[in-house]
């Protein structure tokens, strides 16, 4: 993944979790060995099938709104021997606001509220998962893994969820009939990165609560300069976690002026800033041979200005 704009919160899971789910060792798709998740119950009855799997209490930080990633395959029902007709092949999503991982254990065996699964009492759904992409056939010798083209089959769902006002949340991952294999989940933030425009400072700052959020955030003026017009420059982060709508910006103070790339100001030569000083007629030179000094100096001054920086030399004074 590309962290740029993200942070990650590790997700260890079985933390809390119903005993449906079997943790299995894999190898992936470079060979490595991984743990996953596995629950295939797809002909018990289908009232039965509320198979929980969480993930710890987790601090959200400062962030307002959780973006969770999930990679996992599921089994086509049709390809099942006696297919069920509570087969699925949907995941649920849901979420809970906590301030510590005790509360969470305390309520977590509770009983649901009005016998509504969905309606578990805290937990609020963020959506139903529905797999673009599926599997058929198990290889005999390897039964966790899949034809070579199984990377065509593993689903990769990214969902948000927000505001978040408590210090914490859970995120749960529900099976109703299934046939899963979860390879993994990425629970991150979005954040703008801490950055410099226009000689303004602009702190790392989360991306909004709601999805099309902007957050206005104001700049510090680099040393040695000044808001442009009295006012503080602005930024606006938005939900992708990129800076956009600059509103104003810092000027340099007088004697220094803007680096390269607009991130600091910088002294002026004294070549550059000392005021132009004009050449005085030598005595007994006539009136034309004095404006042709004069006018040859300022064409020298024009040539140098239009440089880069050319300091004073002595022999660029006539005493």
């Not at 005790?102 to 959506?127: A, F, L």
């Not at 992409?133 to 899949?146: A, C, G």
């Not at 979005?190 to 790392?204: D, E, G, I, Q």
Request: overall charge positive; charged content about 25%; aromatic content about 6%.
């Amino acid at each position: 993944m590309k962290w740029r704009s993200r942070r990650l919160l590790r997700v260890p899971l079985s933390c809390l979790s119903s005993p449906q789910w079997d943790e299995v060792s894999v190898l992936d798709d470079r060979g490595k060995l991984i743990r996953t998740f596995e629950v295939c119950n797809v002909n018990q009855n289908p009232r039965l099938q509320d198979n929980w799997l969480a993930t710890p209490f987790l601090y959200r930080h400062s962030a307002p709104r959780i973006f969770v990633t999930m990679r996992f395959s599921v089994r086509d029902c049709a390809s099942l021997r006696s297919p069920s007709p509570s087969c699925r092949e949907t995941l649920t999503l849901y979420y809970r606001q906590a301030d510590s991982q005790r509360e969470v254990e305390r309520t977590w065996g509770g009983e649901t509220s009005n016998g509504e699964k969905e309606t578990r009492e805290g937990w609020v759904k963020i959506d139903t998962i529905a797999a673009d992409k599926s599997f058929s056939r198990v290889e005999p010798s390897l039964p966790h893994q899949y034809q070579p083209d199984r990377l065509r089959r593993i689903n990769i769902k990214t969902r948000s969820f927000g505001p978040l006002a408590r210090k914490g949340f859970v995120v749960a991952i529900v099976d109703s009939g299934a046939c899963v294999s979860l390879m993994g989940v990425s629970v991150f933030y979005r954040r703008c990165p801490a950055t410099t425009r226009h000689m303004a400072l602009y702190a790392a700052t989360p991306s909004g609560a709601e999805s099309t959020a902007l957050v206005p955030v104001d700049g510090t003026c680099v040393p040695h300069s000044q808001p442009q017009g009295g006012a503080a420059p602005r930024l606006h982060c938005n939900a992708e976690g990129d800076w956009i709508v600059p509103v104003g910006q810092c000027v340099c103070d007088e004697g220094f002026e803007p680096n390269h790339n607009g991130s600091a100001c910088q002294e002026l030569l004294p070549s550059l800033a000392a005021p132009e000083r004009r050449r005085s007629p030598r005595p007994g030179m006539s009136k034309a041979q004095t404006e042709r000094q004069r006018s040859g100096g300022a064409r020298e001054s024009g040539r140098r200005r239009s440089g880069t920086c050319v300091p004073f030399s002595n022999n660029d004074l006539d005493v």
